[in-house]
């Protein structure tokens, strides 16, 4: 079973990155799990959402601390949340970010990806909402899930030019991260 | 078909196969979901129910009993402080021996106030004449709907009935679930035939006033009623596997319980995490099992006592607590009352209270304590705290 932990602010659509992840990973295959920690969902406070994968049923309920992949939204909360708790040797950290992967002390063994998802999201979705280009950059970098699945779960959630530019958005975030699509 | 989504969501498309011609609910966290999604179904033309809005809990029930009397079947969900709400209601429903199923997305008691996950709400309505089955998964909480009007309408039994599912752990997680069509569902649960109705051309009262030489009695048989829903919900169970390849013919479910030295024992969406706790366990050489309540009324004695027999000691989990109680835990108590006379002992663990995450490492905890003797107690205390 593989785990992956989203750190973002509320209002970033970090539950919806979640969920969304989950639905492509079950289209992709494998079975899924996603939930959110269950804050008090205030705008701008820090939220969490986790999502399993696993070849089997997953029984597990509880929260994830040892994460093999992690989302950070917004690199502004590495200064106020552990967002690097439990990572261990071979996990994957997704940061939005203008810097690259150096600029972050994270455990050893861990791969940084980078990305400026919030300029993706801005220049095409014209505000900086960052989920969709991070769904993007997370089928990129991990390989839990395929991008035709990521196309067809956002095409389910949004409707019309909505949809289609939530797709495009992770499809940028998708190739920038060196996904061949 | 396997799909994936929402839990809450997966209630309401069961929900709708189920037909009820009533629909009363009021919205409360993390229930709402459920019934935001019904009242799409309805005014989308999607469910052929009156969907009354009301505004309480208080009278969303009373709706729901008026509905129910007239001879309709009925749905409501509520959680937390909007069941509490419905008390009286509740006792009104059972002691008129309506058959309305009612899900319940399990949250703390205030205060303080709790939008978080505990079981707290429907074990204090334990003593109100209905029957409560506990859901692990998005699968058992979906199946639970379409066997609990099945059990509640059974004119041998005629009770109202909860579908528990821990709130937010079930109500709001994506996972997979099969989701059967409408023919199967009608296949298994005929529509409602009511023993009586209130009818204006045969005038009857129901939940009248009942003297001292009446009352004792109604109150037997509803405690009747609801030992005869042990058998029902078995058979309702087994009938569930021949027309849906699921079947539920126990009120326990035992996991890894052969030749178990440590049993634990718990409801709800807990009892994943254990299996995998268990597993981990048997993988160290402990031999530790697990015993699922599906059922927590009526409460399945026999089966508990079977089911443990043998083993040397048992920690009950309790998502409660009942204050003042020696023992603690609600559950606890009744797994104890099982297993009286039997020397085995039995001790209770209060645990997850207002949503505090549960983890595989504190079920292994939870073992050790009642393999060294020690339970009655709270687990995981902060105690900087206290």
Not at chain 1, 5 to 31: C, D, M, N, W
């Amino acid at each position: 079973m593989r785990e992956l932990r989203i750190h973002g602010r509320g209002g970033q659509g970090s539950v919806t990155a979640a969920e969304l992840i989950a639905v492509a990973a079950f289209k992709s295959g494998v079975y899924s799990q996603a939930f959110p920690a269950f804050g008090v969902e205030r705008r701008g406070a820090p939220v969490q959402a986790f999502v399993r994968f696993s070849d089997s049923k997953i029984r597990l309920r509880s929260q994830v601390y040892e994460p093999d992949y992690i989302i950070v939204q917004d690199s502004t909360l590495i200064k106020d949340v552990n967002v690097f708790a439990g990572l261990k040797e071979g996990s994957i950290a997704i940061i939005n970010t203008e810097k690259g992967g150096d600029a972050f002390d994270v455990p050893p063994g861990v791969r940084v990806v980078t990305l400026d998802a919030t300029r993706i999201a801005l220049e095409v979705l014209g505000i900086p909402i960052t989920n969709t280009s991070l769904m993007g950059a997370f089928a990129a970098a991990t390989g839990e899930i395929e991008f035709p699945a990521l196309e067809e779960a956002l095409g389910e959630r949004f409707s019309g030019p909505l949809a289609e530019k939530n797709i495009e958005a992770a499809r940028r975030a998708f190739a920038a991260v060196g996904g061949g699509a | 078909m396997m799909e994936i989504m929402e839990g809450s969501h997966a209630v309401a498309e069961a929900v709708k196969r189920c037909r009820p011609g009533v629909v009363s609910a009021y919205p409360i966290t993390p229930q709402t979901h459920i019934v935001e999604r019904l009242a799409d179904f309805v005014a989308d033309g999607e469910m052929e129910s009156d969907y009354l809005t009301v505004d309480s809990e208080f009278s969303a029930l009373s709706a729901c009993v008026g509905a129910s009397a007239a001879g309709s079947r009925v749905y409501s969900s509520t959680s937390s402080q909007g069941l509490i709400l419905m008390a009286e209601v509740c006792f009104n429903a059972s002691g008129m021996r309506l058959p309305i199923v009612m899900s319940i997305a399990n949250r703390a008691l205030g205060a303080p106030l709790s939008i978080w996950n505990d079981q707290q709400d429907s074990i204090a309505m334990r003593d109100s004449g209905w029957f409560q089955l506990y859901a692990e998964d998005v699968q058992e909480l979906v199946d639970y709907h379409f066997l609990s009007y099945r059990v509640a309408e059974d004119h041998n039994i005629l009770l109202p009935g909860f579908v528990c599912f821990d709130g937010f752990i079930l109500s709001h997680t994506y996972e997979p679930v099969d989701i059967p069509d409408q023919e199967t569902v009608d296949a298994y649960l005929p529509a409602f035939d009511p023993y009586q109705k209130l009818d204006a051309n045969d005038p009857i009262s129901m939940g009248m006033y009942a003297t001292p030489d009446y009352y004792m009695e109604f109150r037997y048989e509803l405690d009747r009623a609801m030992e005869r829903a042990a058998g029902a919900i078995e058979d309702a169970g087994r009938a569930f596997g021949e027309h849906f390849g699921r079947e539920y013919g126990s009120l326990a479910e035992a996991y890894r319980m052969d030749d178990a030295d440590t049993a634990l024992v718990a409801m709800g969406s807990i009892c994943g995490t254990v299996k995998d706790a268990v597993d981990e366990m048997r993988d160290a050489g402990r031999k530790v099992g697990l015993l699922k309540l599906r059922s927590f009324r009526p409460f399945p004695k026999a089966e508990v006592a079977r089911a443990l027999d043998g083993v040397a000691a048992v920690a009950v989990l309790d998502k409660n607590i009942s204050p003042g109680m020696a023992m603690k835990g609600a559950v606890g108590l009744e797994v104890r009352d099982a297993l009286w006379k039997t020397g085995i002992d039995v001790y209770s663990y209060v645990i997850g209270l207002g949503g505090r995450d549960v983890r595989r490492k504190d079920i292994a905890a939870v073992a050790d304590l009642a393999e060294s003797g020690r339970g009655d107690m709270f687990y995981g205390l902060r105690e900087e705290l206290i």
